[in-house]
């Protein structure tokens, strides 16, 4: 048996038949394995915004319905985080920001979004008003998160400021309902 193997793998080392083959292997194979890590990294980063949407949305009608419970800034982190369905250590890396505005004369949030920055200083909550009745109330949720692959991929181009986290924002409105 062991002689029989020998005299195999030497064949199979001498033979010449599929040297071309692999040098299209040699180029094609990373290209696939790219495209693997790619699609993966998008399926993830569509999970997380999944779950962020749908944790903000759910929290957003609990604030609309109980007008008469005055919510705060841990409290809404908290329930978004509880109702995202296990978004990675989402107390520590989701922010929230909740504002008031006219219906009649619209102006929108600022375009950046207040996210945590790891490498920097903490900043202050901003934009934070519980609002009264009839008010239409704008609520951003910024979550930072590790890409999987945080250098290769899709995970180099998400990450904008340089220190390894991406992120991703979700809004909601919604108008208080009266008590």
Not at 1 to 18: A, P, S, V, W
Not at 134 to 147: N, S, T
Request: glycine share 8%.
């Amino acid at each position: 048996m062991n002689m029989r193997m020998k005299t195999i793998l030497r064949r199979f080392r001498q033979e010449e038949k599929g040297a071309v083959f692999l040098i299209e292997f040699a180029i094609m194979a990373p290209m696939l394995f790219f495209m693997f890590f790619f699609g993966f990294e998008l399926s993830m980063h569509s999970i997380r915004q999944m779950q962020l949407d749908r944790g903000l949305e759910v929290t957003t009608r609990e604030v609309r319905l109980n007008t008469s419970f005055a919510f705060d800034h841990d409290s809404l982190k908290q329930a978004i985080c509880a109702n995202s369905g296990g978004l990675d250590k989402c107390n520590e890396n989701l922010r929230l920001e909740m504002v008031t505005r006219n219906a009649r004369g619209f102006v929108p949030m600022p375009e950046n979004a207040d996210c945590i920055n790891s490498s920097e200083e903490v900043n202050p909550v901003r934009g934070w008003s519980l609002g009264k009745e009839h008010e239409l109330m704008l609520m951003r949720a910024c979550y930072r998160f590790i890409p999987m692959w945080g250098q290769f991929g899709l995970g180099a181009q998400l990450d904008g400021n340089g220190d390894g986290y991406a992120e991703m924002v979700s809004i909601s409105a919604f108008v208080q309902e009266p008590r």
